[in-house]
């Protein structure tokens, strides 16, 4: 698989015998998908319900009760006996239900997982189980979709993937179609889509060069099997228990046993009384009491949304000193919020977790019209220049699209802005798509619905359209019109915001005449003559923690410029 990155878009497709336009014959799909299998990663065989239910008498300390209990029934203490297996039977019965039950949840999410996926065939596009993808295959991705196996990108449109599940990054990555150095880094391979990961804007078509254990999905998982398997230390110490309980039982019998041969006594009484003994000192209701205590560790994680397999790792999971554990996904939410709003006058504390309604400004009141028309302007610019969508999911918005982007349509709803009136009501006249080497995106709208400081007159916005800008901040910066003293300012503004942990976008606006229908990057040049591009403000961005933020972080005051 090594080497795709490095190869054009038309030696890829002469290499799997498959072209754009046709795709693969379904004749040669299914000949491809009997020779390589599934595109699937393979899963241990379920293991049967009466195997899991002996497997719960695996343990020494539950054969020293069953040895008990047979000589229980040697001495026909009928009643020690069925106590002894009423007592082996239940501890097991209560590990094999709590066992079943993460069993039947961890299959419901694999059946969860499973993905459609748009192909080409025979010049058709189709939807296919992404289990019947065949290397060779187009693959037709759009907003939203997870990619079904590791693709070669031959046709990309503004595209952005997500791929925290190989890399760890909660931010979207632009996706190319050229062919890069051969020794180029996974992370940075941007003409490649792997297995696994998410298209958060455009639309792609890649050829599928790998599937199944041959991904790089594939591969961790290949990894994972070889990692060995061992003993939990709650099972080592209570096989060490029971050895030793046993053999300091058995040897006391034998003494009891010498000692009374010693003195005379009959050897048909004394084995009856030293097997007595032994059963006397076995503690039967000790497995039963652990089984129970770690059944309800088990019920209490279930609450809170944690999956145990076997019970003794509810245990191992207490002792355990040091997690090491990826960020995004699992401490974090994988999802970006905005929160904190800075504009010159003005800074906004914005409580909130990820894509939930929840959360509130730091002001409940605005007291300051010319700050509020600042918030609300560059809150817009966040909705307008932005090609994401969130759909209402109940308590939280669903985003469409870029992270980032998300949150700023996520932040615009916290402030009763609605995204789609505003979107549909101020459609775009043309737009400069976000890409690496500006590290800007812009869009042209008229501009009559906006009230700005410099422009406050509704019949001179009805003769003007305007650009909205978003981006990296000091790209923002260096295109407005800025003192130094100002840069100086805002810089230190950003690195204030970085420190906090925080990803910062800028944002800005500029007036052109109402003739313009066509934007370019010389037009937002500093140096071009059509200059005035005006400084709006930045949005700090976090990935939130998974928990909810605690009140003293909601309630935290905000820094204004200095």
């Keep these: 698989m090594q080497g795709w990155h490095a190869k054009s878009a038309s030696e890829i497709q002469q290499h799997f015998a498959t072209s754009l336009e046709q795709g693969l014959t379904s004749q040669e799909a299914e000949r491809r998908l009997a020779e390589n299998g599934p595109n699937e990663l393979p899963t241990k ?84 189980p992404a289990r019947n993808l065949v290397v060779g295959d187009i693959v037709i991705l759009d907003a939203g979709d997870k990619v079904p196996a590791d693709l070669r990108l031959i046709s990309t449109h503004n595209v952005a993937m997500q791929e925290a599940p190989l890399t760890g990054e909660s931010i979207a990555v632009e996706k190319s179609t050229a062919a890069i150095d051969s020794n180029t880094p996974l992370a940075d391979r941007n003409n490649m889509a792997y297995f696994g990961t998410l ?36 099972i080592q110490q209570m096989a060490q228990f029971a050895k030793y309980l046993t053999l300091v039982v058995v040897g006391f019998g034998l003494l009891v046993f010498l000692l009374g041969l010693l003195r005379g006594n009959d050897p048909t009484y004394l084995f009856m009384a030293v097997v007595s003994l032994i059963v006397a000192a076995i503690p039967e209701g000790l497995p039963t009491v652990l089984t129970v205590a770690l059944a309800i560790g088990v019920t209490r994680l279930a609450h809170r ?65 010319d700050a509020d028309a600042k918030l609300i302007n560059l809150l817009h610019v966040g909705v307008l220049c932005n090609d994401s969508e969130v759909k209402d999911e109940g308590n939280a918005w669903e985003v469409v699209g870029d992270p980032m982007e998300g949150a700023l349509l996520v932040a615009a709803q916290k402030a009763q802005i609605s995204c789609e009136q505003i979107t549909s009501a101020h459609a775009r006249v043309d ?93 937002l040049n500093a140096s071009s003559p059509l200059n005035g591009i005006s400084f709006l403000g930045f949005a700090g961005l976090i990935d939130p923690p998974a928990k909810r933020r605690s009140k003293q972080s909601q309630s935290a005051k905000p820094q204004g410029f200095k």
């Design 45 to 128: 065989p379920a293991v049967p319900a009466w195997k899991r239910f002996l497997q719960q008498f695996n343990n020494l300390l539950i054969y020293v009760l069953l040895v008990a209990a047979l000589l229980a029934g040697i001495l026909a203490e009928w009643l020690d006996m069925a106590v002894i297996l009423a007592v082996v039977i239940v501890n097991a019965s209560i590990g094999f239900y709590q066992e079943g039950r993460a069993e039947k949840a961890l299959n419901a999410i694999q059946k969860m997982l499973q993905i459609q996926s748009t192909v080409r065939r025979s010049g058709k596009n189709e939807k296919i």
């Design 199 to 234: 298209v958060t804007q455009g639309r792609a078509v890649g050829v599928v060069i790998a599937t199944g254990l041959n991904t790089e999905l594939g591969r961790i998982n290949r990894l994972l099997n070889k990692v060995t398997t061992l003993t939990t230390p709650l």
């Design 305 to 369: 949304k944690s999956i145990i397999r076997k019970l003794p790792a509810v245990e191992t999971l207490g002792a355990v000193s040091t997690i090491c554990s990826d960020k995004t996904g699992t401490l974090t939410r994988n999802e970006m919020m905005v929160a904190q709003i800075v504009t010159e006058s003005e800074a906004w504390v914005i409580s909130g977790s990820g894509y939930n309604k929840d959360g509130t400004f730091s002001h409940s009141k605005f007291n300051n019209p």
């Design 431 to 523: 737009f400069i798509p976000f890409d690496s080497r500006h590290k800007y995106m812009a869009t042209l709208h008229n501009a009559d619905f906006l009230q700005f400081a410099d422009e406050p007159s509704p019949v001179r916005l009805e003769q003007k359209r305007i650009i909205l800008i978003k981006g990296a901040p000091e790209r923002i910066i260096a295109m407005a019109h800025l003192s130094k003293e100002e840069e100086q300012g805002l810089h230190e503004q950003i690195d204030n915001l970085a420190t906090n942990g925080m990803r910062v976008l800028g944002f800005a606006y500029k007036f052109v005449n109402a003739e313009c229908t066509k934007i370019t990057h010389d037009d």
